[in-house]
């Protein structure tokens, strides 16, 4: 069993920066790939970002391409979401997930067994 509890968000202006961050239980973190995902009132939760075991490997949806970053820590069993340039599209609950099978697809909500309970990330114009 894995627990994951994020952390950061909150409110920000357009054009500012934050950092969210993912606190995993266990030992085994540094075997997972992990990923972020977000959802808007209204809307299907979708990806946002996801970084493999080593932090070697890191995909990013289109939206947030050149804007966010995903890194790892895994002396800590965090994983963090760097997010600048935040725009209004961006308000949502982020939401960071575990992903423990090999060779899932990681840019779909499937891909993933464990989750977090989410933060809410709020840009104001």
């Known amino acids: 069993q894995v627990q994951l509890v994020e952390s950061g968000g909150g409110l920000v202006q357009a054009g500012g920066s934050t950092r969210l961050s993912c606190v995993a239980s266990?030992?085994?973190?540094?075997?997972?790939?992990m990923g972020w995902f977000r959802q808007a009132p209204g809307k299907e939760r979708e990806f946002v970002a996801s970084i493999s075991w080593s932090g070697g490997r890191t995909y990013y949806a289109d939206s947030v391409k050149g804007r966010f970053t995903i890194s790892r820590d895994n002396a800590k069993n965090t994983v963090y979401l760097q997010m600048n340039s935040l725009k209004p599209e961006d308000t949502a609950v982020y939401y960071c997930?575990?992903?423990?099978?090999?060779?899932?697809?990681?840019?779909?909500?499937?891909?993933?067994?464990?989750w977090g309970q989410g933060t809410q990330v709020t840009v104001s114009s």
């Open positions: 997930a575990a992903a423990v099978r090999i060779g899932v697809p990681l840019e779909y909500v499937y891909g993933y067994d464990y």
């Open positions: 266990g030992r085994t973190f540094s075997r997972y790939s």
